[in-house]
Each structure stands twice: as C-alpha cells, then as structure tokens.
C-alpha cells in the first residue's frame, strides 16, 4: 500500500462549480500536509498547508485535514479556468510524501 | 526573499551523453536541497537530497548522481543517459516548519528528453 493515494483524473467540471480534491494515507505520524498546484510545463507552487486537523482558508480555496479518516481535501469554489493544473498533495513528517496529482480541468 | 534558478529549460541529448543540470538558491544559506524527477502524467520522484556541501543522499539507486559544491549550489549529473532518464527534473530547497516537518519550493524545472 502506498503511503498517500491521490486520484490521478482527470477531473472535469465546469467553471463555476466547486472542485473537491482528495488523498488518503495511511501513516498516523503525519503532521503537515500540504497543496501544491502545478501548471502544464513548470514546478509546483505551495497552495497552502494546514497543521495537524481541521480547516484552513485561503480566498477560494479551502484545505480540510481528517487525522481520524487519515483523508485530506483542498476544495476550489467559484472554479476558474486559470484553476486548471495538476494538484499534489504531499505530508511531511521528516520527509515529504507526495500524492500522484490530479489533473483539473475547469471548462468555459 | 528566495529564488531558486534551474538550467537548461529544456534538453534534448542522445543515448550515452554526458549529462550536467545545476540548480543555484538565492537569499537563503545552508538550505536543504532536492532534486527530483517528473515523469509525464506521474508524480514527483525523490533522487537526491542534500542537507550541506558535499553531503548527498540518494533515494533511488540509478544512472544519475548529485553534487553540492558550494552552498547554494545543487547539480545533478549523469555519464551515459538512458531512454528512461527522460523526463522534468525539478529542483528544490526546503523551510523548516518545525523540526521534522519542511515545505518545499520548486524551481522551474528542465525538460530532459533523451533520443
């Protein structure tokens, strides 16, 4: 079993509706956990990261922490074209785990 | 504040070829540093990590090896390329959140495709 599992998509929906990203994992010892985007042809940049459980929002962007379930979110509202990317998840406990990445696509 | 700067962009080279990426980190000293490998529609593959000059770790065992020469400086290298070195190499360097915990920051990546 991998440590974190990401679905890797893609994910289409249409602009304007709110996104739901996921991971799953397994190691209870994980203590941040973290969203990157990244665009077609370039390295990730940190969305946001949240420490240990709970919620954290960021403009349009909300990440969600369940240490019970071990899942993690990061929703998108009011999505925008410009939001389509891959997204990573990646949770850091001495090291960081990356998810696969799901591909958005946001259509017009 | 942090830059990070990676070169080439892009790369194409033939089987065997020599290989040589650098990374250099501005506005930060004695950062952790990674490199890792992308490849297409996959997620981010660690290669090496390095935590001083002249200290590498390395992740997977494979065709390619790491340097840190100076401080902020990180390169990557191979003697002979593969088929299955293409791919994005990504460099990156690290802030500590806490001890134990890091988050990371991404340069822009080079393109490596290998013919």
């Known amino acids: 079993q991998k440590e974190v599992e990401q679905d890797p998509g893609p994910l289409s929906v249409p602009e304007g509706a709110i996104v739901s990203l996921n991971c799953t994992y397994s190691?209870?010892?994980?203590?941040?956990f973290m969203w990157y985007r990244q665009y077609s042809r370039k390295g990730p940049e940190l969305l946001m990261y949240?420490?240990s459980s709970g919620n954290k929002e960021d403009g349009r962007f909300t990440a969600q922490v369940d240490k019970s379930s071990k899942y993690i979110s990061l929703f998108i509202r009011d999505s925008q074209p410009s939001d389509s990317a891959t997204y990573l998840c990646a949770l850091s406990n001495y090291q960081l785990i990356w998810g696969a990445g799901t591909k958005l696509i946001i259509k017009p | 504040s942090q830059t990070i700067h990676q070169w080439p962009a892009t790369l194409v080279q033939p089987v065997g070829s020599p290989l040589s990426l650098e990374c250099t980190v501005e506005?930060?000293?004695?950062?952790?540093l990674y490199w890792y490998r992308q490849a297409a529609g996959r997620g981010l593959q660690l290669l090496f990590y390095?935590?001083?000059?002249?200290?590498i770790s390395s992740e997977v065992p494979q065709n390619l090896s790491a340097s840190r020469p100076q401080d902020r400086q990180f390169i990557l290298s191979s003697k002979k390329l593969l088929l299955s070195d293409s791919g994005f190499y990504l460099c990156a360097w690290s802030v500590m959140l806490r001890p134990g915990s890091y988050e990371q920051y991404f340069g822009p990546g080079t393109r490596l495709t290998v013919t």
């Open positions: 390095s935590v001083g000059i002249g200290q």
């Open positions: 949240t420490y």
């Open positions: 506005g930060t000293s004695n950062p952790n």
């Open positions: 190691n209870s010892a994980f203590q941040y």
